[in-house]
């Protein structure tokens, strides 16, 4: 008996060591299995160039010569600083820095994963870049951070990056369920960086709104909505969602001007509480709701919601632009022509497309302050006042043909534009100190980069 004593007393480290090895074996599923593991386990940091970035005395792309030059000979446009390939569609915002961001479309498999990155737009050298798993979409600006909005596993997750490091600073999840992925999600950035408000769509549990903090990167509030929200904005301190209430027969889906046969209301939401402040019209229901082309037009500088609005009358419908007051929902002014409205509303003027003319309003009287009518130029040379983009004191605003106009928004004066008879499919994107270009040819896609003069 006292020869096992020594035998068993040797084999108590050994058990203590099992039961160690357990606990950190336990620890590490727990954290792997926790929001934070989930939150940040998709961060990738690396130096390495996710794009093949060459700087203005590299070799040339695919983009012709020519073209470049009358891009950079548009005011305010400075020199081609760099360009480089893309493998997918890509959409471009800035960081604090002046950095220019690059998010890839995702790609649907079983991965479904997201790539950003961050480079410096005059060498092109690349300070971050990362993946992220789920429907996500493009990085957007919070403040002095990043942020976008995915659809993993079950949820949606708000994801906030620094904007210097890439490194995740914090997650925020909300409920999903449906299996739409992150299509029908809206989302809406306060002005002030204080916080992002997401619509969600009905799925088993009623359509909601939620405010989440990004300080605390929790939710303030979450409130259901009893349908699907169209659009989101914050307009004024308060913000406008907008419904589409109920669609006409016999609109054609296909055709652009289907929105004339859309019946929509729009609500202001109380921002700090969430509650329900005034509804437009007062009065909803089919009878009641207009139909309307365009709701909530982002013109936060004039603190207004615009509406455009067509009605029906004897001798066949009306239409006209209804700019609301945003804490009450009353009509501030109206303009008596339809049409659709610039997103980029230039500050004070609000670009409104007629159908038959490019009409420029000051956006707190609704006055007219010019008009282009059909005939003055080509029909491809039409401005496309969906995509303005505010350009300095001026508005960069494409055409119809891909060409692109540097617009006094005052005077309607065309200060500048490209004459190419290169059709060019580009999207512009604007930031403190460049003007990033991305270009879709037959046979490649790139991303042009000019400074700003």
């Known amino acids: 008996m006292t020869e096992g004593r020594p035998r068993r007393r040797r084999r108590a480290p050994v058990a203590a060591g099992v039961a160690f090895a357990l606990v950190v074996a336990g620890a590490v599923v727990f954290v792997r299995q926790s929001p934070w593991w989930s939150c940040h386990q998709t961060t990738t940091l690396t130096r390495d160039a996710p794009v093949d970035y060459a700087t203005s005395s590299g070799p040339r792309l695919t983009t012709p010569a020519h073209v470049i030059e009358q891009l950079s000979a548009l005011p305010g446009v400075g020199d081609l600083v760099g360009s480089a390939p893309l493998e997918t569609d890509a959409a471009v915002t800035t960081g604090a820095g002046g950095e220019i961001v690059l998010s890839d479309a995702p790609f649907y498999d079983e991965r479904n994963t997201y790539r950003d990155a961050s480079l410096d737009p005059t060498s092109g050298e690349v300070s971050w870049n990362r993946g992220q798993a789920g429907q996500a979409r493009p990085l957007r600006p919070i403040g002095d951070d990043l942020y976008s909005l995915a659809a993993v596993d079950d949820g949606y997750r ?121 509804s437009w019209p007062h009065e909803r229901g089919d009878d009641a709701t207009p139909r309307a082309g365009t709701l909530v037009p982002l013109a936060p500088e004039t603190g207004l919601v615009t509406i455009r609005e067509t009605a029906e009358a004897p001798d066949g419908d009306t239409s006209r632009l209804v700019a609301l007051d ?41 006055k007219e302050l010019w008009s282009e009518p059909e005939g003055v130029v080509e029909p491809d040379e039409w401005l ?39 059709v060019l499919p580009a999207t512009y994107w604007v930031t403190p100190d460049a003007l990033a270009v991305t270009l879709d040819w037959p046979d490649a896609k790139e991303l042009l980069v000019f400074d700003r003069d």
């Open 326 to 366: 945003p804490e009450t929902g009353d009509e501030v002014w109206s303009y008596e022509k339809g049409g659709f409205v610039a997103d980029a509303a230039g500050g004070q003027v609000i670009l409104l497309d007629t159908q038959d003319s490019t009409v420029a309003l000051d956006g707190f009287t609704g």
């Open 158 to 278: 708000l994801t906030v990056l620094d904007t210097q490091e890439g490194t995740i600073t914090g997650c925020a999840d909300l409920s999903r369920t449906g299996n739409d992925g992150v299509g029908r999600t809206l989302d809406a950035p306060a002005p002030d960086g204080s916080a992002v408000a997401v619509a969600t769509p009905p799925g088993e549990a009623a359509a909601a709104l939620a405010r989440i903090d990004v300080a605390a990167l929790d939710t303030a509030w979450t409130r259901d909505l009893d349908q699907e929200a169209r659009q989101l904005a914050w307009v004024d301190g308060v913000l406008a969602v907008g419904f589409l209430d109920g669609q006409l027969s016999g609109a054609d889906v296909a055709n652009r001007w289907q929105h004339e046969r859309q019946r929509v209301s729009i609500v202001g939401i109380d921002p700090d509480t969430g509650e329900e402040t005034w």
């Open 384 to 422: 496309d006042t969906d995509r303005a983009l505010p350009w300095g004191e001026h508005l960069l605003v494409p055409t119809w043909s891909g060409s692109v106009v540097v617009l006094d928004p005052s005077t309607g004066e065309r200060l500048g534009a490209t004459t190419t008879e290169d």
